[in-house]
């Protein structure tokens, strides 16, 4: 088995010294994409924020290509290869696109591979980036991601605010991540978008796992879905497959 690129372990995250992300561990490995699911509120962003060293540690260990990163400071977890596109699509605005480019640009990081998996960023890439559309400006985002090398990207709620077709295609690109050999780490709201490209997914209630599995076992399974996102009778043995631990917490 592949050796992951990103392992938790036991982690606790806090918001405002309130513990919102409990004993979570999970596992991305490198080229694939793991999915993170759950319901508004569940604590997905906390999750990242704690990954990315902007929320407080509780407890637990996170360890990068083996090598722990849960005491560096956030700059230092980019450095290691830690990618992080928050959900607020945030770019220089009065800067070109290929500033925002080159400001992000580390190590191996190339602006051509950016420019093939975007051709809409290399056509605008003297435009500022404040002057392009919200698809353009989350191209952008996964871009300036990409520019610094990562061996890991996460990556929240890109969807947001987006027209269906534009989701699709970056769903596509974040695929093609994947396929350079980057361990992906996708939350989405629209889940089946998630899964379809997904290998694992995680999903959290109130902050703690309550499934673990392959994405095939969630896949246009909404009852399941939305039983797990907001609890619910326990399922049937059946329906309980071996190889997903799944719990119902109330
Ligand atoms: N800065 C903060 N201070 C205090 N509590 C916070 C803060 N940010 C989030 N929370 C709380 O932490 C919990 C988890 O929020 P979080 O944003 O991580 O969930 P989420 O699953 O990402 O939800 P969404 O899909 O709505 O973004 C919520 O109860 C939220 O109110």
Known sequence: MTAPALALAGVGVDRAEVQIIHDVSLDAAPGAVTVILGANG?????????????????SGTIR???????????????????????????????????????????????????????????????????????????????????VSAPKVVLIDEMSLGLAPLVVRRLMGTVGELAGMGIAVVLIEQFANLALDIGTHAHVLRKGRVVFSGPCEELRGDEQRLHRLYFGGPPLSAAKTDAGAAESELE
């Open 42 to 58: 569940a604590g997905k962003t906390t999750l990242m924020d704690g990954i990315a060293g902007l929320a407080p540690l509780r």
């Open 64 to 146: 990068l290509d083996g090598k722990p990163i849960e005491k560096l400071a956030p700059y230092k977890r980019a450095w290691a290869g830690l990618g992080y596109v928050e959900q607020a699509r945030t770019t220089f605005r009065t800067l070109t696109v290929e500033q925002n480019l080159l400001v992000s640009q580390s190590g191996d990081g190339d602006l051509g591979t950016v420019y093939r998996l975007f051709p809409e960023l290399e056509k605008r890439r003297g435009l500022q980036a404040g002057h392009l559309s919200g698809g353009e400006q989350q191209m952008l985002v996964l871009g300036r991601a990409l």
